[in-house]
């Protein structure tokens, strides 16, 4: 009985029937090695299920709310019952995150979850699910299709007459932080769903380089500069990928400001060598006028990186391929566009710098071959083809 695969990217939206031996196949090439669309015409065949450009004009089914979440999230399920998580916007893009906010308390922001897939790619680690922005229309596309009476109560009219709703949630879901549109239209990300949980489980893993999510507490590795060498000798970062894979997540969120990240995710199905997913990147670009040098302590604390990562920054660094520039190119596709002020592509470009700094000072303390591991080699051997992961 073959079951609907969906996701979404920035040029189109996507329903695909595939069964369950092919997900695991179908999964790998969506996240691990090619774009979308070349993942598509690797199963799709002919690619016939694949419309490009339909995406801004599908319309939603019904809308719910995800529960569990700390703030509100819409679960937006598509005529052809695919389904995208909504994230509306909270914050307009100059808006940095005041500087009394924790990182717990910050607001996710819906143009951070769409630039994070675009320098997912462009850093080509290929974890981060799609994910693109929408224009909604409150009325037509969320109150009047949601079956859900609580959602529909928090409409209301606001004195500037725009259409405004809360839903609920255990943060920022009250009048006083309802989602005004203009007057009856908002912005929010649409971010694909991996498949369900029942044909492909997944385990979450806790972030060694955790925070606190508290107030007064430090963790563990904001007081022991040895804290690495205890994650090293610990399953699964004693053996395979999984500690360099950290240390791009590190790279990753350090570029963008992000936090927040506490889990991380891989399919279970693949066992404990396998990539490692990306979800939740709405608390980046919360401020650019900030570096927050806290989020490279697992990289200053391990001095270890892929050759593959290392090499890749280093282009990024070079003017032709400046990091800020490929990511205004790459984000100008998104119909949501532009989706990030001049000032937070201007801080990747000096986060970069940092980056590469705190490698050069590794190198120069440990030896290159200590720190930077040859991904390129074994890779290529393996697959026989060009070095990808
Ligand atoms: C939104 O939808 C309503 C119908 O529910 C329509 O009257 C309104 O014109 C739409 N707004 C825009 C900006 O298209
Ligand atoms: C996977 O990693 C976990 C550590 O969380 C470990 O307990 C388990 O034995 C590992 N599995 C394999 C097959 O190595």
């Given at each position: 009985d073959p079951r609907p695969l969906r996701f979404t990217s920035g040029s189109g939206f996507i329903l695909i029937y595939i069964d369950q031996l092919t997900v695991h196949l179908f999964l790998i090439n969506i996240?691990?090695?090619?774009t979308l669309e070349e993942s598509c015409m690797l199963i799709c065949g002919d690619g016939s299920s694949y419309f490009p450009d339909k995406f801004s004009v599908t319309l939603f089914l019904s809308v719910a709310m995800k529960s569990g979440g700390t703030q509100l999230k819409l679960i937006m399920t598509f005529q052809n019952y695919g389904q995208a998580l909504f994230k509306p916007m909270k914050?307009?893009?100059?808006?940095?995150?005041?500087?009394?906010?924790?990182y717990f308390s910050d607001f996710e922001r819906h143009n951070a979850e769409i630039a994070a897939y675009h320098l997912d790619r462009i850093l080509d680690f290929r974890r981060v699910p799609p994910v693109t922005g929408r224009l909604v229309n409150m009325t037509k596309e969320i109150r009047d299709v949601t079956r859900d009476k609580k959602l529909w109560r928090t409409f209301f009219i606001s004195p500037a007459n725009n259409i405004c709703f809360y839903g609920e949630c255990?943060?920022?879901?009250s009048t006083e932080h309802a989602l005004c549109g203009k007057p009856d239209q908002i912005e929010g990300s649409l971010a694909a769903f991996l498949p369900d949980l029942a044909l492909a489980k997944r385990r979450t893993w806790r972030?060694?380089?955790?925070?606190?999510?508290?107030?007064r507490k430090k963790a563990e590795w904001e007081v022991d500069p040895d804290y690495c060498e205890e994650v090293k000798q610990t399953p699964p970062y004693d053996s395979g990928t999984r500690l360099l894979d950290i240390m791009d997540m590190t790279i990753f969120d350090f570029l963008m400001g992000n936090m927040d990240r506490h889990h991380y995710e891989t399919?279970?199905?693949?066992?404990?060598?396998t990539f490692i997913i990306h979800l939740d990147?709405?608390?980046?670009?919360?401020?650019?006028?900030?570096?927050?040098?806290?989020?490279l302590v697992p990289l200053s604390q391990c001095c270890r990186v892929k050759r593959s990562t290392h090499l890749r920054l280093q282009l990024l660094a070079k003017e032709e391929f400046r990091l800020s520039a490929l990511m205004e190119e790459s984000l100008q596709t998104d119909t949501l566009s532009p989706i990030l002020i001049r000032p937070h592509l201007e801080a990747m470009d000096r986060r970069l710098h940092l980056v590469l700094q705190v490698l050069a000072d590794c190198i120069e303390k440990e030896g290159y071959s200590n720190v930077v591991e040859d991904d390129l080699l074994v890779e290529g051997l393996n697959t026989g083809t060009a070095p990808q992961r």
């Open positions: 996240l691990f090695l090619r914050q307009t893009r100059e808006q940095e995150t005041p500087p009394d906010f924790f255990s943060y920022y879901c972030n060694p380089w955790r925070r606190s999510y508290h107030k399919f279970e199905k693949f066992g404990n060598e990147n709405g608390r980046g670009f919360g401020k650019h006028s900030h570096d927050e040098l806290s989020i």
